[in-house]
């Protein structure tokens, strides 16, 4: 199903007769977009805080003093709007104190647009679908709180209207391969102790319908979708003892049979003893929004639904084999159906002629069931089989969904760079948390937002905390623009202050900094 769909998505994209602009080529140096940043924390506690190191795209640090110097060069795709063709481009880099390398690439692209169809080469940041930017805890499959991978990624990154829904259905999507960049990093940080990996491949893909005409009918929307990504390739180690200890080395798939297997996940994994994974490690989301647009307000009501195998995948499982010699038999057509649990939840209210509060997110996020706490495969020994134990974001060959030590999906799950065992794993992923944003612009210049969340987690279930861990998250920010009128036009100055308290991350207390210049390159 999944197929047909990014199928039809695509030459949509292709064969969309958009705007009715020239095709006269852009010029590259029209509409240049720099930015001046510097950035310094300090922080009291164990670490930096969690709101002042999540959700920045991997452009933080725990470490308790950091900082950065950061300049940027962008030509947004936004400055051909009136033309067929766009292109766009951009680099981003920051030399950094206390990060996790000192010279940070962050972004470096090219991307081309023909008509609705984009195609973008190289790492760049891309929001998160469905959800507000800045006041949410995140996006549970592709978030924004790890450093972006370089891709080469083909994308209808807007809604486009189908011609012959008379403007009632509109659909988005991309699809994506890419090579993670933190080989280094995974050495450094597991002393190559415990598993690790290198040269692991990436791929993502998603697509969205949104039904609805909010012009004809009433201002109400509907948008579902589903988000999909892939770890596979590479070669990953498994350490096994202490120090001194052997490693066993694990070459998984690779060549045009590795592509095609993590866009459409099948098939299974290779015995064992040809340590070869031939599916890799896929995980996923399923999404809606409903949308309330109306004259003095907005009200947006949204779900997730996260999953990392069939089990979770469809709530939809098998379980009719044989016993004895038959084992290997369907016999009996029987299925079970899991409970939906696991879920993020949110409703995001926006308040349009009102200034001091503007928009308030507030969602609920669940992840303790992952499907039951029993998991066993059908084998010549044991005739049923059952789904469980789906350990999210983590995996047994693969170092898990994160990228330079952050998760890439949602930061409530603790991201390794949290550990000081040296192994590369998520440690907390069974949890419910409440989190709480709001924001205003109480004047022309000045704008806040306050992020507060109360999480408890569990651990995983193989390696469970002894008593549930608490903790509490709070963020108090502020940014000053200066008028276009004034001597400082352009330059910004933001302010926040974050604590954490509790025995899940800790008790941490700091402050940031961060000065930015930013306009159009004359």
């Given at each position: 199903?999944?197929?047909?769909?990014?199928?039809?998505?695509?030459?949509?994209?292709?064969?969309?007769?958009?705007?009715?602009?020239?095709?006269?080529?852009?010029?590259?140096?029209?509409?240049?977009?720099?930015?001046?940043?510097?950035?310094?924390?300090?922080?009291?506690?164990?670490?930096?805080?969690?709101?002042?190191?999540?959700?920045?795209?991997?452009?933080?640090?725990?470490?308790?003093?950091?900082?950065?110097?950061?300049?940027?060069?962008?030509?947004?795709?936004?400055?051909?709007?009136?033309?067929?063709?766009?292109?766009?481009?951009?680099?981003?880099?920051?030399?950094?104190?206390?990060?996790?390398?000192?010279?940070?690439?962050?972004?470096?692209?090219?991307?081309?647009?023909?008509?609705?169809?984009?195609?973008?080469?190289?790492?760049?940041?891309?929001?998160?679908?469905?959800?507000?930017?800045?006041?949410?805890?995140?996006?549970?499959?592709?978030?924004?709180?790890?450093?972006?991978?370089?891709?080469?990624?083909?994308?209808?990154?807007?809604?486009?209207?189908?011609?012959?829904?008379?403007?009632?259905?509109?659909?988005?999507?991309?699809?994506?391969?890419?090579?993670?960049?933190?080989?280094?990093?995974?050495?450094?940080?597991?002393?190559?102790?415990?598993?690790?990996?290198?040269?692991?491949?990436?791929?993502?893909?998603?697509?969205?319908?949104?039904?609805?005409?909010?012009?004809?009918?009433?201002?109400?929307?509907?948008?579902?979708?589903?988000?999909?990504?892939?770890?596979?390739?590479?070669?990953?180690?498994?350490?096994?003892?202490?120090?001194?200890?052997?490693?066993?080395?694990?070459?998984?798939?690779?060549?045009?049979?590795?592509?095609?297997?993590?866009?459409?996940?099948?098939?299974?994994?290779?015995?064992?003893?040809?340590?070869?994974?031939?599916?890799?490690?896929?995980?996923?989301?399923?999404?809606?929004?409903?949308?309330?647009?109306?004259?003095?307000?907005?009200?947006?009501?949204?779900?997730?639904?996260?999953?990392?195998?069939?089990?979770?995948?469809?709530?939809?499982?098998?379980?009719?084999?044989?016993?004895?010699?038959?084992?290997?038999?369907?016999?009996?057509?029987?299925?079970?159906?899991?409970?939906?649990?696991?879920?993020?939840?949110?409703?995001?209210?926006?308040?349009?002629?009102?200034?001091?509060?503007?928009?308030?997110?507030?969602?609920?996020?669940?992840?303790?069931?992952?499907?039951?706490?029993?998991?066993?495969?059908?084998?010549?020994?044991?005739?049923?089989?059952?789904?469980?134990?789906?350990?999210?974001?983590?995996?047994?060959?693969?170092?898990?969904?994160?990228?330079?030590?952050?998760?890439?999906?949602?930061?409530?799950?603790?991201?390794?760079?949290?550990?000081?065992?040296?192994?590369?794993?998520?440690?907390?992923?069974?949890?419910?948390?409440?989190?709480?944003?709001?924001?205003?612009?109480?004047?022309?210049?000045?704008?806040?937002?306050?992020?507060?969340?109360?999480?408890?987690?569990?651990?995983?279930?193989?390696?469970?905390?002894?008593?549930?861990?608490?903790?509490?998250?709070?963020?108090?920010?502020?940014?000053?623009?200066?008028?276009?009128?004034?001597?400082?036009?352009?330059w910004s100055i933001r302010g926040a202050f974050a604590m954490d308290k509790g025995k899940l991350i800790g008790n941490n207390e700091g402050f940031q900094v961060t000065i930015s210049k930013s306009g159009l390159l004359d």
């Open positions: 199903m999944r197929k047909p769909f990014i199928y039809i998505l695509f030459v949509c994209a292709t064969i969309s007769l958009g705007t009715k602009a020239q095709t006269k080529l852009p010029d590259l140096t029209e509409g240049l977009e720099y930015s001046l940043s510097a950035e310094g924390s300090v922080a009291f506690g164990e670490n930096t805080p969690l709101w002042l190191n999540a959700n920045k795209y991997g452009l933080s640090s725990l470490e308790k003093e950091n900082g950065y110097l950061r300049a940027s060069l962008q030509r947004p795709l936004s400055v051909d709007s009136d033309r067929k063709w766009a292109v766009g481009y951009g680099v981003d880099v920051a030399a950094a104190y206390n990060y996790t390398s000192n010279i940070i690439i962050q972004q470096a692209y090219a991307e081309a647009r023909w008509l609705n169809g984009v195609l973008t080469v190289g790492n760049k940041h891309f929001p998160m679908e469905l959800k507000n930017q800045e006041l949410s805890s995140g996006s549970q499959t592709l978030g924004i709180n790890a450093r972006p991978v370089p891709q080469v990624r083909l994308a209808l990154p807007d809604y486009w209207t189908l011609p012959f829904t008379n403007g009632w259905v509109g659909i988005k999507g991309h699809v994506a391969y890419g090579k993670m960049t933190d080989d280094n990093w995974q050495a450094d940080f597991t002393e190559r102790k415990s598993k690790y990996g290198e040269g692991i491949l990436y791929h993502s893909k998603a697509g969205f319908i949104k039904i609805g005409n909010e012009y004809r009918f009433l201002p109400v929307s509907l948008e579902l979708g589903v988000e999909m990504a892939c770890q596979f390739g590479g070669r990953a180690y498994n350490v096994i003892g202490v120090e001194g200890g052997s490693r066993d080395v694990i070459e998984n798939e690779s060549g045009f049979g590795a592509l095609f297997d993590a866009f459409i996940p099948g098939g299974s994994d290779a015995p064992e003893a040809e340590y070869k994974n031939v599916s890799g490690n896929h995980l996923g989301s399923w999404m809606f929004r409903l949308n309330f647009d109306y004259d003095n307000w907005y009200l947006g009501l949204y779900g997730e639904h996260f999953f990392e195998d069939h089990s979770s995948m469809f709530q939809l499982d098998y379980n009719g084999y044989e016993e004895g010699q038959s084992n290997k038999v369907r016999k009996d057509r029987r299925y079970f159906l899991y409970d939906i649990k696991d879920m993020l939840l949110g409703a995001e209210l926006k308040l349009k002629n009102c200034t001091y509060i503007n928009n308030v997110v507030f969602e609920y996020l669940h992840s303790k069931y992952q499907s039951g706490p029993i998991y066993h495969d059908h084998n010549e020994n044991v005739a049923g089989h059952l789904g469980g134990v789906d350990d999210y974001y983590n995996h047994s060959i693969f170092t898990g969904w994160q990228h330079w030590g952050q998760v890439m999906g949602n930061p409530l799950y603790l991201s390794p760079i949290y550990n000081e065992d040296g192994k590369i794993e998520i440690k907390n992923n069974r949890f419910y948390a409440f989190h709480l944003g709001l924001s205003g612009d109480p004047l022309p210049d000045l704008h806040y937002r306050v992020l507060t969340t109360y999480q408890k987690g569990w651990g995983t279930y193989n390696q469970p905390y002894y008593n549930p861990r608490e903790n509490i998250s709070i963020l108090l920010e502020c940014i000053y623009k200066f008028q276009e009128s004034s001597k400082l036009k352009g």
